[in-house]
C-alpha cells in the first residue's frame, strides 16, 4: 500500500524523484498526488482532423508526416510548417518564431498532443503556434502501448504543468501507478460535513481529478478537493485561535474617569461611526479573561492609530502596560511625537505640566543612545511608561516590562507570527491582548485566511473633511510637457505653503544594491525598508534601464526643475538620526519637497503635504501606490498624485496605474493587486521559498465556499479541540503544517 506520506523515491526509484523534486520541489506521495492536472484534453477531439471547424480551439492526437521551412512570401525569413495526420486526413502546423526550436522538438513520425484555434490558409486546415505535447519515443516506435492505451480510453486526458526534464505523459504515468495501491486512510473530512455538502469520499476525487471519466467527474473531484483545502487549513487556524483563547490574560475593562475618558474629552475631532464600533469592540475584548487577538484593518487616513490609542489608555487605566510595535525608525518616530502631542498633559506624568493622572510615554528603538536607551529601559521595566512605543527593539531580551497588557502591532505585513509571540511572551501574569493594525485593506476571507488566527475589524469609512485626492498617470515619454508640468505644479504649491514627496523605487549610489529586501518579516526593518519596488527584479529581466535613484533625483532636481526650494533626501540606508531630523524638518514644514524611497509609504502623516509624485510608477505595485497615494490629501488642502511612467498605453503596466488613478477604494485595488499577482505570492509564498498549499482553492473566488468551511472549522474544534474523535483531520492538519507550526502558518498559506 501507498500512503501519503512516503517518500516519492521509494515508490518511484530516485531517479524519478529527483527529477519532480528538482522541478516542483515534491517529497512525497501526497504532493505528487496533488499536482493536479492543468487542463485536460478531450479524447473526441483527438483523431477526426476532417471534422475540425475552423475558429474552433481543438486539441489533437496526431503524428507528424513531414516537417519543412517555407519562405515567407516576399519578406525575409521562413516559415517553419509541420503537416500532421491522424492516418486520414491532414493539419499543417505554422511557426513563425524560434522555428529551430520546433524543428528539433517535431519529430517525423513522432505522435504529440497539439491544441489551438482552426484556421485556413490558402484552402488548407492549420494551427498557428499550437500548443505542443510530444510523447515519447518507446511510445511512438511501439505505436500506442497498451498503458497509453488505457490512459487515453478515458474521454479526459490530463495535462500536467510540466518541465523540460519530464513530461505532462511522464507525470500521469506516475501518478497512476501510484492510484493503483493508495492507501488515503480516514477521511479528513468529517462525515456530516460530506453528507450536508454532497461531497464525494477523497478516495474517490483524487481519482477523478487524475482521471475523470466525464466533465461531471471532474467537477466533483474539483468542488470535493477546495473543500479539503479550506477545511484543512480552517481547522489549522481555528485550533490556534482556540489554544490561544485558552490562555489566561488580565481583564482590563474600561473606568469612567480614567485618562482614556480624559483623552476622549480632549480629541480635536469627534470619531466617525466605524471607529466608535471598532472602538467599542475593542474595549469590550479587552475586558475579557482571555487574550484579544484581532485585525483592525482600515483605508489609508481612515484613523486606526486614534483607536489603538484608546485603547492602549484603557489598558494603563486598568493599571497595565501597552506596547505599540512599528515597522520602521521613521514610523516609530512618528507615532511617538503624534501619541505624545495627542495626550499632551496627559503623557506628561512627573513633568512639570503633567496631569494629575497622567502616564508617560517611551520611545525605544535600535538606534537610541545609550543614555536615552537607559532611559526609556528603566520607564518600561519600573512601569512609570505606561505606552511604550518601537521597532524591533522591543523584542530584545533585556527589555522588560513591569505588565504587559496591550501589543499594537502597526502595518502588519511586515510582522511574522515569531515576533507576535516573541512580544507577548514578555507579559508576566498571562498573555497580553494583541491588536493588529493593517491599512493594507484586504478582502474578508483573505483576510480569514491570511489572519486567520485573528478577528477581524474593518474600518470602511474616512473621517469628515477629507479632501480628495486626485490621481493622473503622467506618459513620460509621449508626454514631455506633462512632466514640466508636473515640476510646476510642485513649484505652485510650495508657493502656498504646502509640501511635496517625490518618491523613486531605488536608492542609487554604491551601497548595497536593491535586493528586494523590503523589511519583510525575517529581515531587519529598521534599515530595510525600501526599495520595495515590486518589479526591480523583473527590470534587471527584462534589460530595462535601472529604475530611477533617490540620490541621483534629488540633485537633478534641486539644480533644475525645483532649483531654489528646500529639498530633503529620505531613505533607509541613512542613519536613524539623520532620517529622524529629516522627517521632523518635513513636519514642522523646514523643506518644501521630500526625495524619498518607499520608506514613506507606510504611515507617515503630514498633513500639509499635498502633492506625491511617484517616478517610474510603473515598478510599484496597485496597492502600494495606493498608499503611497495615501501620504496626501491628509489636511484641509486637495491632494495631488502625479503616476510618471514611460510604459506604453495599453500596456499591462500602464493599465494598472490607470486602475489607481480610477479608484481610490482600496478594497478594490487590493483585489486587482490579489488577482495581478499570484496569490501565493501575497500570502507570502515568495518570501518563504515554499509552495502553496492551495492549489485550486481561489481566496478570490471562493468565497462563500472559505466562510462556510470557517464557520464548519471552528464547530468542530470547539466540540473536539484536539481531534482526537477526528483522527483524519488531525492527520491532514499535521501533514499541512509539517514540523514548524506557526512558521508555515504565518509564511507559507
Ligand atoms: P491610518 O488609519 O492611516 O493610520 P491615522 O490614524 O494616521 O490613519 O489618521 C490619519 C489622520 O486623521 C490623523 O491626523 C488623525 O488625527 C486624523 N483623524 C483620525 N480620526 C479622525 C476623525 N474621526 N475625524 C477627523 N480626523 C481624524
Ligand atoms: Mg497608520
Known amino acids: 500500500m501507498t500512503t501519503v506520506r512516503d517518500p516519492l523515491d521509494r515508490v518511484l526509484g530516485a531517479k524519478t524523484a529527483k527529477v519532480l523534486g528538482g522541478a516542483f520541489g515534491m517529497e512525497t506521495v501526497g504532493d505528487l498526488l496533488r499536482h493536479y492536472p492543468r487542463r485536460y484534453a478531450t479524447r473526441g477531439e483527438l483523431t477526426k482532423l476532417s471534422s475540425l471547424q475552423e475558429g474552433e480551439h481543438v486539441t489533437i492526437l496526431a503524428r507528424v508526416a513531414l516537417v519543412q521551412r517555407r519562405p515567407m512570401g516576399g519578406r525575409r525569413g521562413d516559415r517553419l510548417e509541420a503537416i500532421v495526420t491522424d492516418g486520414t486526413d491532414r493539419l499543417v502546423l505554422t511557426f513563425f518564431h524560434k522555428t529551430g526550436y520546433w524543428q528539433r522538438l517535431l519529430k517525423p513520425d513522432a505522435q504529440g498532443?497539439?491544441?489551438?484555434?482552426?484556421s485556413t490558409f490558402r484552402g488548407r486546415r492549420q494551427l498557428i503556434h499550437p500548443d505542443c505535447e510530444m510523447l515519447p519515443d518507446e511510445v511512438t516506435e511501439s505505436g500506442l502501448s497498451a498503458e497509453m492505451a488505457a490512459e487515453y480510453a478515458a474521454e479526459l486526458i490530463p495535462v500536467y504543468p510540466a518541465s523540460a526534464k519530464i513530461s505532462s505523459w511522464q507525470i500521469a504515468k506516475a501518478i497512476r501507478m501510484m492510484l493503483d495501491t493508495l492507501?488515503?486512510?480516514?477521511?479528513?473530512?468529517?462525515?456530516?460535513?460530506?453528507?450536508?455538502?454532497?461531497?464525494?469520499?477523497?478516495?474517490?476525487?483524487?481519482?477523478?481529478?487524475?482521471?475523470?471519466?466525464?466533465?461531471?467527474?471532474?467537477?466533483?473531484?474539483?468542488?470535493?478537493?477546495?473543500?479539503?483545502?479550506?477545511?484543512?487549513?480552517?481547522?489549522?487556524?481555528?485550533?490556534?485561535?482556540?489554544?490561544?483563547a485558552a490562555w489566561p490574560a488580565t481583564p482590563r475593562p474600561p473606568v469612567s474617569d480614567g485618562i482614556a475618558a480624559a483623552f476622549d474629552a480632549r480629541l480635536p475631532f469627534s470619531l466617525t461611526d466605524g471607529q466608535r464600533a471598532a472602538g467599542g469592540t475593542i474595549a469590550a475584548d479587552l475586558a475579557c479573561a482571555f487574550p484579544m487577538h484581532r485585525l483592525l484593518q482600515g483605508e489609508v487616513g481612515s484613523g486606526k492609530t486614534v483607536i489603538a490609542v484608546r485603547a492602549m489608555l484603557q489598558v494603563v487605566d486598568a493599571g497595565g502596560q501597552a506596547a505599540l510595535l512599528a515597522p520602521t525608525e521613521v514610523l516609530a518616530q512618528q507615532h511617538y511625537r503624534s501619541i505624545c502631542a495627542m495626550l499632551g498633559p496627559l503623557g506628561q506624568a512627573g513633568?512639570?505640566?503633567?496631569?494629575?493622572?497622567?502616564?508617560?510615554?517611551?520611545?525605544?528603538?535600535?538606534?537610541?543612545?545609550?543614555?536615552?536607551?537607559?532611559?526609556?529601559?528603566?520607564?518600561?521595566?519600573?512601569?512609570?511608561?505606561?505606552?511604550?512605543?518601537?521597532?524591533?527593539?522591543?523584542?530584545?531580551?533585556?527589555?522588560?516590562?513591569?505588565?504587559?497588557?496591550?501589543?499594537?502591532?502597526?502595518?502588519?505585513?511586515?510582522?511574522?507570527?515569531?515576533?507576535?509571540?516573541?512580544?507577548?511572551?514578555?507579559?508576566?501574569?498571562?498573555?497580553?491582548?494583541?491588536?493588529?493594525?493593517?491599512?493594507?485593506?484586504?478582502?474578508?476571507?483573505?483576510?480569514?485566511?491570511?489572519?486567520?488566527?485573528?478577528?477581524?475589524?474593518?474600518?470602511?469609512?474616512?473621517?469628515?473633511?477629507?479632501?480628495?485626492?486626485?490621481t493622473h498617470v503622467v506618459p513620460v515619454a509621449d508626454k514631455p510637457r506633462f512632466v514640466e508640468r508636473t515640476w510646476e505644479r510642485v513649484r505652485e504649491e510650495a508657493a502656498q505653503g504646502r509640501q511635496a514627496y517625490v518618491v523613486c523605487p531605488r536608492v542609487g549610489g554604491t551601497g548595497p544594491s536593491a535586493d528586494g529586501s523590503d523589511g519583510g518579516a525575517a529581515g531587519d526593518p529598521d534599515d530595510g525598508d525600501d526599495e520595495g519596488g515590486a518589479g526591480l527584479d523583473e527590470a534587471v529581466v527584462a534589460g530595462r534601464r535601472p529604475p530611477l535613484a533617490v540620490l541621483d533625483m534629488a540633485p537633478s532636481l534641486a539644480g533644475g526643475p525645483l532649483a531654489g526650494l528646500r529639498l530633503g533626501v529620505l531613505h533607509g540606508r541613512m542613519p536613524a538620526d539623520d532620517k529622524d531630523r529629516v522627517m521632523r524638518a518635513f513636519t514642522e514644514g523646514d523643506l518644501d519637497v521630500l526625495v524619498a524611497t518607499t520608506v514613506i509609504e507606510v504611515g507617515v502623516d503630514v498633513p500639509n503635504a499635498t502633492v506625491m509624485v511617484v517616478m517610474d510608477a510603473d515598478r510599484f505595485g496597485v496597492s502600494q501606490l495606493h498608499q503611497l497615494r495615501g501620504r496626501v490629501g491628509r489636511g484641509r488642502a486637495e491632494g495631488l498624485c502625479l503616476l510618471l511612467t514611460e510604459m506604453e498605453p495599453g500596456s499591462p503596466a500602464r493599465e494598472r496605474l490607470d486602475a489607481v488613478a480610477a479608484t481610490l477604494d482600496g478594497f478594490s485595488l487590493s483585489r486587482l493587486d490579489l488577482e495581478q499577482r499570484r496569490e501565493g505570492d501575497v500570502l507570502g509564498e515568495a518570501q518563504a521559498g515554499r509552495r502553496s498549499s492551495l492549489k485550486l482553492l481561489s481566496l478570490l473566488a471562493d468565497e462563500d465556499l472559505i466562510r462556510q468551511a470557517r464557520e464548519d472549522a471552528t464547530e468542530v474544534v470547539a466540540g473536539d479541540p484536539d481531534l482526537t474523535g477526528h483522527p483524519g483531520l488531525a492527520a491532514a492538519i499535521s501533514d499541512l503544517l509539517g514540523p514548524q507550526r506557526a512558521e508555515f502558518l504565518d509564511k507559507a498559506l
Open 113 to 118: 498532443l497539439f491544441a489551438g484555434t482552426v
Open 183 to 244: 492507501d488515503l486512510g480516514e477521511d479528513p473530512l468529517p462525515r456530516g460535513l460530506r453528507e450536508q455538502q454532497g461531497l464525494c469520499g477523497l478516495h474517490e476525487a483524487i481519482i477523478a481529478i487524475h482521471r475523470p471519466l466525464d466533465v461531471d467527474d471532474y467537477r466533483r473531484a474539483r468542488r470535493r478537493l477546495k473543500w479539503d483545502e479550506a477545511f484543512v487549513l480552517q481547522a489549522a487556524l481555528a485550533q490556534r485561535r482556540h489554544a490561544a
Open 351 to 470: 513633568r512639570l505640566g503633567g496631569a494629575e493622572n497622567a502616564t508617560r510615554v517611551a520611545l525605544l528603538t535600535g538606534s537610541m543612545g545609550v543614555a536615552a536607551r537607559r532611559e526609556a529601559l528603566t520607564d518600561v521595566f519600573t512601569g512609570d511608561a505606561g505606552i511604550v512605543v518601537g521597532t524591533h527593539a522591543l523584542l530584545e531580551e533585556h527589555v522588560r516590562f513591569a505588565d504587559l497588557g496591550l501589543i499594537v502591532i502597526d502595518e502588519q505585513h511586515r510582522f511574522g507570527v515569531q515576533q507576535r509571540d516573541a512580544l507577548r511572551e514578555k507579559a508576566a501574569g498571562g498573555r497580553p491582548h494583541v491588536l493588529v493594525m493593517t491599512a493594507t485593506p484586504i478582502p474578508r476571507t483573505v483576510a480569514m485566511t491570511v489572519y486567520g488566527d485573528l478577528e477581524v475589524s474593518t474600518l470602511t469609512e474616512l473621517p469628515a473633511g477629507r479632501s480628495p485626492i486626485g
